[in-house]
C-alpha cells in the first residue's frame, strides 16, 4: 500500500526566502506525481506534474524535483510572497494496473509574513 | 471554461441522516472522482468513474456511502445513515482522459459537519 509522508507539516518564513518542501513516498512504481495547492475553503489546484520518466519540472518561482529510486521529490520555492501561503500537497500515481489512484500527503502548511 | 462545479458548499446535519452531495465535472471531462479529505490531511480517493462506469471504488465503505453518475455527466454522492467521523470535506474532481495522462481539476469542496 502505497504511503505518502510531507515534512515539515508546516513551515513559517519571512518574505523574500527560498523555501523547500519535502514529499517522500514508500512505492517507487509510481505514473507520475504532482505537487497542489489548496487556499482555505477551496479545492485543489495543480502545480507541477513530473512523469516518472523525468528528473524536474520547472513553473515559474516554482521547482519540483524527482528521485523515483529513492522515493522522494522536493517543492523548491524561491524569493516566496505572502500570496504563497496555502498548504501545498504532494500526489503520487499508482502505475501499473491500478489504473492511476492518486495517493495524498497530509501536506504543508505554509505561512509567508510581510 | 467553467470549473468543476459542486453543491451545496455546507451541510450540517445529525448522526444517523441522510445526505447527498452533487457534482458537475467540467465539460466533456470522462474521468471524474469524488474524494473525502478530512481536517488536517491529504484527501483520500472514494470512487473514480470513467464515463459513467466505476474504475475503483476500493476505499468506499459501501454499507452506507453511494455513488452515480447518470449519463456519464453529473455525479451525486449519497451517505446513508451519517456517522460523527464522516465530517470532512468532500471533493470533486474531473479530468479530461485517461487518468494517466490528464491533470485533475478540482471543485470547491462540500464540508460536511455531522453532530
Known amino acids: 500500500k502505497q504511503e505518502v509522508t510531507q515534512i515539515p507539516a508546516a513551515l513559517s518564513v519571512p518574505e523574500g526566502e527560498n523555501l523547500v518542501l519535502n514529499c517522500s513516498f514508500t512505492?517507487?512504481?509510481?505514473?507520475?506525481l504532482q505537487w497542489f495547492r489548496q487556499d482555505p475553503g477551496k479545492g485543489l489546484t495543480s502545480l507541477l506534474l513530473i512523469q516518472s520518466s523525468q528528473r524536474e519540472q520547472t513553473s515559474g518561482r516554482l521547482n519540483a524535483s524527482l528521485d523515483k529510486s529513492s522515493g522522494r521529490s522536493t517543492l523548491y520555492i524561491a524569493a516566496s510572497q505572502p500570496g504563497d501561503s496555502a498548504t501545498y500537497l504532494c500526489?503520487?500515481?499508482?502505475?501499473?494496473?491500478?489504473?492511476?489512484?492518486?495517493?495524498f500527503g497530509q501536506g504543508t502548511i505554509l505561512t509567508v509574513h510581510p | 471554461e467553467a470549473g468543476v462545479a459542486q453543491s451545496p458548499r455546507y451541510k450540517i446535519i445529525e448522526k444517523r441522516q441522510s445526505v447527498a452531495f452533487w457534482c458537475n465535472p467540467i465539460?466533456?471531462?470522462?474521468?471524474l472522482y469524488w474524494y473525502q479529505q478530512i481536517l488536517g490531511q491529504g484527501p483520500k480517493l472514494l470512487i473514480q468513474?470513467?464515463?459513467?462506469?466505476?474504475?475503483?471504488d476500493s476505499q468506499l465503505p459501501k454499507d452506507r456511502f453511494s455513488a452515480e453518475r447518470l449519463k456519464g455527466v453529473d455525479s451525486t454522492l449519497k451517505i446513508q445513515p451519517a456517522k460523527l467521523e464522516d465530517s470532512a470535506v468532500y471533493l470533486c474532481a474531473s479530468s479530461l482522459m485517461g487518468p494517466h495522462t490528464d491533470t485533475q481539476y478540482f471543485g470547491p469542496g462540500t464540508r460536511l459537519t455531522v453532530l
Open positions: 465539460s466533456g471531462h470522462a474521468t
Open positions: 468513474f470513467q464515463n459513467n462506469g466505476v474504475v475503483d
Open positions: 512505492d517507487s512504481a509510481i505514473y507520475n
Open positions: 500526489a503520487v500515481r499508482a502505475g501499473g494496473t491500478s489504473y492511476g489512484k492518486l495517493t
